[in-house]
């Protein structure tokens, strides 16, 4: 079936290090993937987006890449703030719009 | 602040009794989706809609579950009967339609059943 999952459940990270938060999908329809940040007690929020004709993608501190030969994403975030403590999940965007998330990975930052 | 509402943010009720959960999209927003989301796991799918037209249910969303969007803007969710395993955070989504359009996000309704 239909799934996208994550290597590592949790990750902690020195304040001012790098972080790399990886996923695996299994639907090679999906064209569009899309990496959302949740903090406790509040709904997804949108980080970056990639579609499946690209490789990589920057936005501001934080980069996304997609390699669709393994299924693979990962979200890179530069220069980790305690900001950026919180769940973070990869979703993949299926045929008919339905958009699926996977379990999510928990970042802790260590100031 | 996304743009999104959901109200209540917060519902405790006694099991057995129904509770009725609203949201309200991006105004310029006609896709509007409803999640749910347990401690630790990603938001699941429950129900879109296009406009005013429900277009996908998904089989959590078993028959104690029932949403509307009436007029094409805000929407509903209820749930009748409400079981403990109803116990969740229930997201609404709103995006602009297009495919590959992302999706944004209210707070969610945390709903505790007893």
């Known amino acids: 079936g239909e799934s996208v999952g994550l290597h590592l459940p949790t990750l902690s990270v020195q304040e001012g290090d790098n972080s790399i938060i990886n996923c695996a999908y299994s639907n090679s329809a999906s064209d569009y993937f899309i990496w959302y940040k949740q903090e406790s007690g509040k709904g997804p929020q949108f980080i970056i987006d990639?579609?499946?004709?690209?490789d990589k993608r920057q936005g501001q501190r934080v980069t996304v890449l997609l390699n669709k030969t393994v299924k693979h994403l990962s979200l890179q975030i530069a220069a980790t703030q305690p900001g950026d403590s919180a769940v973070y999940f990869c979703?993949?965007?299926?045929?008919?719009?339905?958009?699926?998330f996977g379990p999510g990975t928990s970042l802790s930052v260590i100031p | 602040d996304t743009g999104v509402s959901q109200d209540p943010r917060h519902k405790i009720t006694k099991r057995g009794q129904n509770v009725t959960f609203r949201c309200d999209p991006i105004s310029e927003h006609n896709r509007l989706y409803w999640y749910r989301q347990t401690l630790g796991q990603g938001p699941e799918f429950l129900t879109y809609f296009q406009n005013e037209a429900q277009l996908e249910k998904s089989r959590l969303l078993s028959d104690r579950f029932s949403a509307e969007r009436p007029k094409g803007s805000f929407s509903t969710l209820e749930i009748q009967r409400t079981e403990q395993g109803d116990s969740a955070m229930y997201l609404c989504?709103?995006?602009?339609?297009?495919?590959?359009?992302?999706?944004?996000f209210g707070p969610g309704t945390r709903l505790l059943v007893l």
């Open positions: 989504a709103s995006s602009s339609g297009q495919r590959g359009e992302t999706q944004y």
């Open positions: 990639i579609r499946s004709n690209m």
């Open positions: 979703a993949e965007n299926i045929p008919l719009g339905k958009v699926i």
